[in-house]
């Protein structure tokens, strides 16, 4: 839920998933990412009348690699899950 958070309140919810990790914990992130499958699902959904993600901000496609390399995170890989995209990070320092 991390793209529902905005300006402080996200900064310090990404504090709160990087915090407890001890050196080679896992985290894992499925965020919205912009591209062109996110708008075409948004805009088929709003069309419907079913999009009710109305504060969902979609991420930057580098944008995780941004907010956690800084905090000691290596991205280990990541897949397209629909309209998002999974994130598999290690904690590499304490």
């Known amino acids: 839920m991390i793209e529902h958070f905005h300006g402080l309140d996200k900064l310090s919810?990404?504090?709160?998933?990087?915090?407890?990790?001890?050196?080679s914990g896992y985290l894992i992130l499925i965020?919205?990412?912009?591209?062109i499958r996110?708008?075409?699902?948004?805009?088929?959904?709003s069309l419907m009348g079913k999009w009710i993600y109305t504060d969902e901000v979609p991420w930057e496609r580098d944008e995780v690699?941004?907010?956690?390399?800084p905090?000691?995170?290596k991205l280990i890989c990541?897949?397209?899950i629909g309209h998002e995209t999974g994130y598999l990070l290690e904690k590499q320092i304490d």
């Open 65 to 69: 690699v941004k907010e956690f390399n």
């Open 78 to 80: 990541k897949t397209r």
């Open 71 to 73: 905090r000691g995170f």
């Open 38 to 45: 996110y708008s075409i699902f948004k805009v088929f959904l």
């Open 13 to 23: 919810v990404i504090e709160a998933h990087s915090r407890p990790l001890k050196k």
């Open 31 to 35: 965020i919205p990412v912009k591209s």
